[in-house]
């Protein structure tokens, strides 16, 4: 399984940009790293994913250097509605389009300050 | 178009009971995944099935834990004689599974209570 390790929690004020570091040191090659956000009460819901380098998208935007050992979410100009919790998850290798087993990391409490 | 249901949204049981968990995943979603989240923590994976096949069950917490998935479709999570132990939020996902990329549909989970 490709562990990750987050930071437990980080707070940050409206407007400002948050970068959240993921570590995956034994990533698998074939593996894609994901990231989702959970509200209380709620269910996780996808945000990004990527393989390799840099992808953005409509919300956010991930950066993954060439070994692929960690991975760094980006929020632009957060807003109290970004305070949640963000998970960093990397699955384990498999034969493609078949199913597997996905382990979340402890995630991180994002706190988002007036 | 509707996305995974879980229910109920919310149970309470007494400790020795049995109790079933329902999950209507996203139709055409392959894949399908269990996880319990126990108050401030993060996400303990369980099991997951592809198509009807669940090929690795370690993740369940004991033998008490059960889960099955039939027409691949409806998955139900059956806990037996409950403990307080087993009080959690229990979600489930679901994937197409068309690319090793895949994405999950998380439901909003039960919350299950064990007096």
């Known amino acids: 399984l490709a562990k990750t390790t987050q930071p437990i929690s980080m707070d940050s004020y409206e407007g400002q940009e948050v970068n959240i570091t993921c570590s995956h040191n034994?990533?698998?090659?074939?593996?894609?790293i994901t990231w989702y956000q959970q509200f209380p009460s709620q269910g996780p819901r996808f945000i990004i994913q990527?393989?390799?380098t840099k992808v953005t998208n409509e919300v956010a935007s991930l950066f993954i250097p060439a070994d692929r050992k960690s991975s760094t979410l980006s929020l632009p100009r957060v807003s109290l509605s970004d305070t949640a919790v963000y998970y960093c998850?990397?699955?384990?290798?498999?034969?493609?389009?078949?199913?597997?087993?996905?382990?979340f990391g402890s995630g991180t409490q994002l706190t988002v300050l007036p | 178009g509707a996305g995974v249901s879980q229910s109920p949204s919310n149970k309470v049981t007494e400790k020795g009971k049995d109790v079933e968990l329902r999950c209507d995943p996203i139709?055409?979603?392959?894949?399908l995944y269990w996880y319990r989240q126990s108050l401030g923590q993060g996400l303990e994976f369980l099991i997951y099935?592809?198509?009807?096949?669940?090929?690795?069950k370690s993740g369940l917490p004991s033998d008490r834990f059960s889960a099955e998935r039939t027409g691949g479709s409806v998955s139900t999570l059956t806990i037996q004689r409950t403990q307080q132990e087993d009080s959690a939020v229990y979600l489930c996902a679901s994937s197409p599974m068309t690319a090793r990329n895949e994405k999950l549909f998380f439901g909003s989970g039960t919350q299950l209570s064990v007096l």
């Open positions: 034994n990533i698998a090659t074939n593996d894609y």
């Open positions: 099935f592809q198509g009807n096949s669940a090929p690795d």
């Open positions: 998850l990397v699955g384990e290798g498999s034969s493609s389009g078949s199913a597997r087993q996905l382990t």
């Open positions: 990527g393989y390799k």
């Open positions: 139709s055409g979603h392959t894949a």
